[in-house]
């Protein structure tokens, strides 16, 4: 694909390209209703307005990992692709699945473009602070696998007492962390994604069960 093709890269664009079947597979995704007998051109503007609403965007790239974080947030404001390791690819995969990036695989290497509606969105994060909680939430996320590795599944409350003892400059409440409450139509509102970064919701369940079901998203998720 020339360089040139790679840049004029917008979602709807992208939505265009799929076929029916994935677009209906993109909609279950995000649970969308009412996909159901749509033309490809309806389903393109039934999940448009969802992909690109700034409360899913903010909820979405909360779950990616910091490693592959640093080359989303790299194509936010490149002018060319961004050239990116295939070891930490998962997450930019995962996000062209949903037409938020546009990928192009190599043997070693890929190259990612950011579509230009996603880029005026992460304009308007680095201008409210999402930079500094998305900061935040990498930390306690790169802490809790550290302390799952050490001791094996724990509970919430084991590990935000761990935790403020080691990070006494960054204290958390079990009941106040990082996220706010899940709210009406947000992204991925239905399914167990919605508790990430928000513990209200699961209050006996321990850390590492919760985290594995962002592992598509995560580099550093390993599973047996």
Request: charged fraction near 20%; aromatic fraction near 8%; glycine fraction near 4%.
């Amino acid at each position: 694909m020339k360089n040139n093709e790679l840049m004029s890269v917008s979602v709807r664009g992208l939505l265009s390209n799929q076929t029916v079947a994935k677009l209906v597979s993109i909609a279950k995704n995000i649970n969308i209703k009412g996909y159901s007998g749509k033309t490809k051109s309806a389903l393109v503007e039934l999940i448009y307005p969802r992909i690109t609403d700034r409360t899913f965007l903010e909820d979405l790239f909360l779950i990616c990992d910091h490693r592959s974080w640093e080359y989303i947030l790299t194509s936010s404001t490149d002018s060319s692709p961004t050239q990116v390791p295939n070891i930490v690819l998962s997450p930019c995969e995962a996000l062209a699945e949903l037409c938020l990036l546009q990928c192009t695989k190599g043997d070693s290497c890929s190259f990612i473009v950011m579509p230009a509606e996603i880029k005026e969105v992460f304009a308007q994060f680095s201008a409210d602070g999402y930079m500094e909680r998305k900061a935040k939430a990498d930390l306690l996320d790169r802490y809790a696998l550290a302390v799952t590795h050490l001791y094996g599944l724990i509970r919430q409350d084991e590990f935000v007492s761990i935790f403020n003892v080691h990070t006494p400059d960054q204290q958390l409440h079990l009941h106040g962390i990082l996220a706010p409450p899940c709210r009406k139509g947000a992204p991925l509102h239905e399914s167990k994604e919605r508790d990430l970064y928000n513990w209200r919701s699961t209050g006996n369940c321990d850390y590492i069960n919760w985290r594995s079901h962002h592992a598509k998203l995560s580099g550093d998720l390993e599973t047996g």
